[in-house]
């Protein structure tokens, strides 16, 4: 049996999966692919769904670089290699050249072990989007919004009132099993959920990671809360004593219950800490300083 795409508005679907795949139609029997998974299975599943639903892709749309959100595109590709691939600009540049992904985690040329699918996708040429706002693509017209924070660049899809958030939001189970939520920037997260949640309009809301819901405000309220409880865990190790980001990591997982059993979830998580401290360090309630040959982090003046 066919994957069967579940229908959100007339003419909006998505594929339920670990990352969603949202189907825009055109109207004409073409259908805008927003986001294609983490691997080829998944597009392999995205693909059959179209098909039993009569529909053709006409472009793809990543909403970031992350390789769980563009990883489905190389299969796509080499079925309907016309397809245009569209991302924000920062995003495209990574999707085009996805090394620099864990380049970025690790800080230099990635070991092997870092060097998995959940890391470092297949490329696709991604043309950069001009920006937030209105767009037409595919033959289809959504609205763009600048949800950065999770990703250095990170678009949000709405058409009509369905309101597609990427990962500046995410489903509660998702929010449990993962404490430590992947960001690039934690305030910049914080505040794109925050604009999530002053939107009218939206009758449904679909996460990149969970399920469909009707209610925003609550979703936003869940997202922000647990983004605040890992902000004040990184607070609550610094103040514990001065230590490296890696000791900090450590001490938050501890607090957490988070045990971390492969690289990849170590630089993943490693970054997460990273992002909030930047967050404390602006706010003056962390201190920078290298100590013996360390960066160390400790109280700040206002901590």
Not at 16 to 22: E, T
Not at 74 to 77: E, H, Q, R, V
Not at 167 to 175: H, K, M, V
């Given at each position: 049996?066919?994957?069967e795409?579940v229908?959100?508005a007339p003419?909006?679907?998505?594929l339920?999966?670990?990352?969603?795949?949202?189907v825009v139609?055109?109207?004409?029997?073409?259908?805008?692919l927003v986001?294609?998974?983490l691997?080829?299975a998944?597009?392999r599943k995205l693909?059959r769904a179209?098909e039993?639903?009569?529909?053709?892709p006409t472009?793809?749309?990543?909403?970031?670089?992350?390789?769980d959100h563009h990883?489905?595109n190389?299969?796509?590709?080499k079925?309907?290699p016309?397809?245009?691939v569209?991302?924000?600009?920062?995003?495209a540049?990574?999707?085009?050249?996805?090394?620099l992904?864990?380049?970025?985690?690790?800080g230099?040329?990635p070991p092997?072990?870092?060097?998995?699918?959940?890391?470092?996708?297949?490329?696709s040429?991604?043309?950069?989007?001009p920006?937030a706002g209105?767009a037409q693509?595919?033959?289809?017209?959504?609205?763009l919004?600048?949800v950065?924070?999770?990703?250095?660049?990170?678009?949000?899809?709405?058409?009509?009132?369905?309101?597609y958030?990427a990962?500046?939001?995410?489903?509660?189970?998702?929010?449990a099993?993962?404490?430590l939520?992947?960001c690039a920037d934690?305030?910049?997260?914080k505040?794109?959920a925050?604009r999530l949640?002053?939107?009218?309009?939206?009758r449904v809301?679909?996460p990149?990671?969970?399920?469909?819901?009707e209610d925003l405000?609550a979703?936003v309220?869940?997202?922000?809360a647990?983004y605040?409880?890992?902000t004040r865990?990184v607070?609550e190790?610094?103040?514990?004593g001065p230590a490296?980001?890696?000791?900090?990591?450590?001490?938050v997982?501890?607090?957490?219950?988070v045990?971390?059993?492969?690289?990849g979830?170590v630089?993943l998580?490693?970054?997460?800490?990273?992002?909030h401290?930047?967050?404390l360090?602006?706010?003056?309630?962390v201190?920078?300083?290298v100590e013996?040959?360390r960066?160390?982090f400790?109280a700040?003046?206002?901590?």
């Open positions: 049996m066919a994957p795409l229908t959100l003419g909006v679907h998505f339920p999966a670990a990352v969603n795949s949202v139609e055109d109207g004409r029997g073409g259908a805008l986001d294609t998974g691997d080829d998944q597009a693909l179209l039993a639903g009569k529909l053709t472009a793809i749309l990543n909403t970031h670089s992350h390789a990883g489905g190389a299969f796509l590709l079925r309907f016309e397809l245009d569209f991302a924000p600009p920062l995003e540049a990574i999707i085009n050249h996805p090394v992904e864990p380049l970025s985690l690790f230099a040329r092997r072990d870092l060097q998995t699918k959940f890391l470092l996708a297949p490329p040429p991604a043309r950069p989007l920006g209105r693509l595919g033959g289809v017209e959504v609205e919004l600048d950065s924070g999770h990703a250095a660049q990170m678009y949000a899809v709405r058409i009509g009132d369905v309101l958030a990962d500046a939001l995410f489903g509660p189970d998702a929010l099993k993962h404490p939520t992947f934690s305030r910049q997260q505040e794109a925050a949640g002053t939107l009218e309009g939206v809301v679909l990149g990671h969970g399920d469909p819901a405000a979703l309220e869940a997202n922000l647990a605040d409880r890992t865990a607070l190790a610094v103040r514990a490296s980001v890696d000791e900090l990591l450590a001490r997982c501890g607090v957490l219950g045990q971390m059993t492969n690289a979830a630089v998580n490693r970054a997460v800490v990273s992002a401290l930047t967050e360090l602006e706010a003056g309630t201190r920078l300083a013996d040959n960066l160390s400790g700040g003046s206002d901590g």
